[in-house]
């Protein structure tokens, strides 16, 4: 049972660039969620999608942008990259229940450097 | 590997004691709380969790404390081993609310 999967590991970008970052959840989940976690802190939320569709949002400008497929996979995209942007992000699936907290399992994350 | 946290508190151990992990979160209308381990380079890892109906979960070799008058939630692992070496996370959620909300994690350090 493949877990959640991003692509790339790793990336180098200059300032005011863009960049995508690719996640496959995990067999049988339903919903991606994205977080950026900056070095010697916890994940921050950044969107989540279900059914295609963003779900809720969190403190990120709109230069964060994100897509779900119909096979549930999800794209991120940062444009106008800045210096501050360099973190490591984290996708996490989970399954959609009616009205109780989902367990979010993570990837292992892709590495931002931007320059 | 990359180092996940410079400045983190920490926790050391011996191999074999038991180790106490806390946690305060901030939000008294959440209602779902869940353990993470990180290692070096790595995503986190879903380690239990708790709903707000109860006060103790137990894992295998973990168990989970809430304690929703004083908003506190602790990790007890039994019996320590190194392979246990990593930032562990707190993370609390809401009924409605889809982003889980992270504290500022704690490095576990297990000497052998």
């Known amino acids: 049972d493949a877990g959640v999967t991003q692509s790339p590991t790793h990336l180098i970008k200059t300032r005011g660039q863009q960049v995508t970052l690719r996640c496959s959840p995990k067999?049988?989940?339903?919903?991606v969620s994205w977080y950026q976690q900056a070095l010697g802190q916890g994940p921050q939320f950044i969107f989540q999608y279900y059914e295609e569709e963003e779900r809720q949002r969190g403190n990120f400008p709109d230069r964060f942008s994100g897509h779900q497929f119909p096979n549930y996979s999800s794209e991120l995209n940062v444009n106008a990259l800045l210096l501050g942007d360099s973190a490591l992000y984290l996708c996490?699936?989970?399954?959609?229940?009616?009205?109780?907290?989902?367990?979010?399992?993570f990837g292992p994350g892709t590495r931002l450097l931007v320059l | 590997g990359e180092s996940v946290g410079l400045h983190l508190p920490t926790l050391s151990v011996q191999e074999g004691d038991n180790s106490i992990i806390n946690c305060a979160y901030s939000n008294s209308a959440s209602d779902y709380f869940i353990w993470y381990k990180q290692e070096s380079g790595k995503g986190p890892q879903f380690i239990i969790d708790?709903?707000?109906?109860?006060d103790k979960r137990q894992g295998q070799r973990v168990t989970v404390l809430l304690n929703k008058t004083v908003k506190h939630l602790s990790l007890q692992i039994a019996a320590t081993q190194p392979g246990d070496s990593a930032v562990y996370f707190c993370?609390?959620?809401?009924?409605?609310?889809?982003?889980?909300?992270f504290g500022t994690g704690t490095r576990l350090l297990v000497s052998p």
């Open positions: 993370a609390e959620n809401m009924t409605g609310f889809q982003k889980l909300v």
């Open positions: 708790i709903r707000s109906n109860m």
């Open positions: 996490a699936s989970s399954f959609r229940t009616s009205g109780l907290g989902e367990t979010q399992y």
């Open positions: 067999s049988g989940h339903d919903t």
